[in-house]
């Protein structure tokens, strides 16, 4: 997501070109961390739409000695939470066709491969474990980030991500993506 | 593979990542891994998943050929409620209060202690003034 100072502060004074440059610049990434958090295309285009209104309504409080795009990425993932948190665990999954379809492609043809499948195994995690795996494994934020942008402590994001990497290794051991890992009934 | 007390004990760091572990669960770990094959194999297999995971996350995702016209038409709607009720300058100045506002707080702070201040003062003035002289 490269946006310039320039074009932040376009923003702020309110000029819809501006505007408009803005949302072409940065929708495909706000709207993949969201389609990963929320796992359904439908609702992440709706998400996308609810981000970049708060965005249009609050740039004008940016501050710019912040990161835009930490500050961007952040609505987006507090709209996505919070669009999880009402829906609570009933929405059906993304079909793994439709998600392979929407992801495009890097140069590596066995990078692909290995992504696409460990992609496919993200999507398939409960709505309870997936944010966390996105934002942790993903999207390399720390414990204490996901914990305060999730309302967690921190030791609970560590719980939960145990449990949530123990599954997907399942669920990949399953798919044989992975040679089978040894079956412990442990927590930390 | 055999799995002892000592390996469940370690399972959960097994899948963390370097920044999750304390400095002392890790010596404790590389101790570990040191001498049991089972764990290491299964150290670097959730190593090799995390750095898959990290890499599928470069990836982007194609969004809808709609979602920008209909992103740039919520925010058109958008513009049209606050526009005509907050003209050019008060838009303006809503964005000079919001940049100040720290500062604006500060002032009104002053004032206010300052007002109260000088509202005791009169009183005091006031009712020496009007009180009966003392002997």
Redesign the interface.
Known sequence: MQITPELVEAC???D?GA??RF??QT???I??VV??IVGN?DDA?DV??DV??RI??SI??FRGDANIATWVHRIATNAALTHLKKRGRLAAPMEEEQMA??????DDED?RL???E??RA?ERLPDAYRPL??L?????M??EEIAEQMGMTEGAV?VR??RA??K??ED?TQGGV??P??K?K??? | ?N?TEA???F???L???P??VDDLAAARLAEHIGTCT?CRA?SA??S???D?????????????AD??P???A???R??RHVIPMLPVPQ?EL??VI?DNREVIAQVAGVAIVAAGAAWALWRGVRAYRTAPARG
């Open positions: 702020r004074r309110g819809a505007f408009e949302v072409r929708n495909r990434s709207y993949t389609l990963r295309p285009a996308t739409q970049y209104i249009w309504r004008r409080g379809e929407r992801l495009a492609t890097v990078q290995s992504a696409a460990v992609e993200v795996i996105v942790k494994d993903m999207y390399g720390t414990c560590k991500l145990f990497r123990r997907l290794a990949l992975v040679v890992m040894r412990k442990v927590q930390p | 593979m799995t390996c469940r004990d399972t959960p760091y899948m963390a990542a920044d999750e089972a299964e297999q959730y090799r998943l995390r898959s995971l990290s890499l599928a996350g470069a990836r982007e995702a194609e969004p809808p979602l920008v209909a992103v740039l919520r925010a058109t958008e513009r838009v809503a964005r919001q």
